[in-house]
């Protein structure tokens, strides 16, 4: 059994694990702070981990419980994400393209919000975390086939969201 290391194993997975937060709370800053505390929480159980099969499934359970809490004790889901995160530009694109690209990428950063937590947390732990079915049932604590069946439920509903204000602005 490998030997866990809180700067090789733990650490690694700050940017992922906020990137988690983030999608779930929609806020930056609490995301920031869930971040932290996970960090912390995951340290304090520092004398446990060699009982844990998959720390990096575990820090993920622990970082999107704090975010459902978070969300709960404010009550509130419906702001949007911050914008000014990682874009891009790519600079084969004339201006009017980027333009064109940056509010494609808006409008469905405001789809994705709009999702049920389920689904929106299912499609940012596979499409932008990479994670396996496998891991993210274990982290969401559902099965793989709901994994599946809330990610291809959240695409179709991007996709037709998408499509709708794309073209009727509906």
């Not at 194993?9 to 920031?32: C, F, G, H, V």
Request: hydrophobic share 35%; aromatic share 6%; proline share 2%.
């Amino acid at each position: 059994m490998k030997k866990i290391s809180f700067r090789d194993d733990i650490l690694p997975l700050k940017n992922q694990l906020y990137r988690l937060a983030q999608r779930i709370t929609l806020d930056s800053a609490e995301a920031e702070d869930i971040v932290q505390e996970t960090m912390i929480k995951i340290w304090n159980r520092r004398a446990s981990w060699d009982e844990i099969d998959n720390i990096e499934a575990f820090c993920f359970t622990v970082c999107r419980n704090l975010s459902l809490d978070s969300i709960r004790k404010r009550g509130n889901q419906n702001e949007s994400l911050d914008s000014s995160q990682q874009e891009h530009p790519d600079h084969n694109l004339s201006p009017d393209e980027l333009l064109v690209e940056r509010d494609r990428l808006s409008l469905v950063r405001q789809i994705v919000d709009g999702l049920p937590e389920k689904q929106r947390s299912c499609i940012q732990l596979r499409d932008f975390e990479g994670k396996t079915y496998k891991d993210i049932a274990k982290v969401l604590q559902i099965t793989e086939e709901q994994v599946k069946v809330n990610i291809f439920r959240g695409r179709q509903t991007i996709k037709q969201r998408f499509h709708d204000l794309n073209e009727f602005g509906i």
